[in-house]
């Protein structure tokens, strides 16, 4: 579900991982019809990122 939001709505899955600042930045971006595409991108990279981390925290038990 969150690769969807990722895909659709960049900047709103920032919001949803704990990155409000990340998420405005990328708002400002996905408003530009070519800026979309990069957002759209990143969106999904910081996503892998937040699954990545939270299971090596669950991983180590931190």
């Given at each position: ?25 990328c708002l400002l971006l996905q ?5 979309w595409i990069p957002a759209a ?16 925290k669950e991983a180590t038990g931190?």
């Open positions: 579900m969150r690769l969807i939001l990722a895909i659709l709505l960049p900047w709103v899955q920032f919001f949803t991982i704990g990155k409000p600042v990340a998420g405005i930045f408003i530009t019809v070519i800026g991108i990143w969106s999904v990279y910081a996503l892998s990122q937040y699954n990545t981390d939270k299971k090596i931190s």
